[in-house]
T-cell receptor, first 117, second 114 residues
């Protein structure tokens, strides 16, 4: 069965410092990995995805994520945090079969990122 | 592109009443998902459709919940009768029918059952 773990309920960072939001996953086949951000009273917004290829993927708003197959991790990173990055971040996984149809996207429980000025 | 449109944004109803949530997916997307979000349980998949056909409804809590997708541009989630424990934010999301395609979420319907 597929699963996603976000071990931190909350991450606190000072503005201008680098940030990392952790995610580990479990799938039996090849993983398709996604990060989403949720601002208050809004739906989830897609940030970036890993399908195949380079382990470092870049996404919206200066975010990037590194895929590590041996550690089954897909941590979200940003070199310099902004106060406006404060939000709820979700990691998600789907087992990929390179051309197959949509299946269920399994979400982690979310990590609240708080960036202080 | 207007994105995924959900209505209403807020719904307050009394226990026992019927509630209908509506969703218009992004044009050209042929997968549609209904999720429920609560503080206690996080994001839970209720049901998803591919090409208007329900594929997995194992997340639907019980027979009080039903979902339909009569055409590619409209879906409903109905709760009858509603109970206080149904209070949550309900999200609709759509995507292209490819495993590597991200989902696009609406802004949700906040349901409060008193």
């Amino acid at each position: 069965a597929q699963s996603v773990a976000q071990p931190e309920d909350q991450v606190n960072v000072a503005e201008g410092n680098p940030l990392t939001v952790k995610c580990t996953y479990s799938v039996s086949g090849n993983p398709y990995l996604f990060w989403y951000v949720q601002y208050p009273n809004r739906g989830l917004q897609f940030l970036l995805k890993y399908i195949t290829g380079d382990n470092l993927v870049k996404g919206s708003y200066g975010f990037e994520a590194e895929f590590n197959k041996s550690q089954t991790s897909f941590h979200l990173k940003k070199p310099s945090a902004l106060v406006s990055d404060s939000a709820l971040y979700f990691c998600a996984v789907r087992e990929g079969d390179y051309g197959g149809s949509q299946g269920n996207l399994i979400f982690g429980k979310g990590t609240k990122l708080s960036v202080k000025p | 592109d207007a994105g995924v449109i959900q209505s209403p944004r807020h719904e307050v109803t009394e226990m026992g009443q019927e509630v209908t949530l509506r969703c218009k997916p992004i044009s050209g997307h042929n997968s549609l998902f209904w999720y429920r979000q609560t503080m206690m349980r996080g994001l839970e998949l209720l049901i998803y459709f591919n090409n208007n056909v329900p594929i997995d409804d194992s997340g639907m809590p019980e027979d009080r919940f039903s979902a339909k997708m009569p055409n590619a541009s409209f879906s409903t989630l109905k709760i009858q009768p509603s109970e206080p424990r149904d209070s949550a934010v309900y999200f609709c999301a759509s995507g292209k029918d490819r495993a590597n395609s991200p989902l696009h979420f609406g802004n949700g319907t906040r349901l409060t059952v008193t």
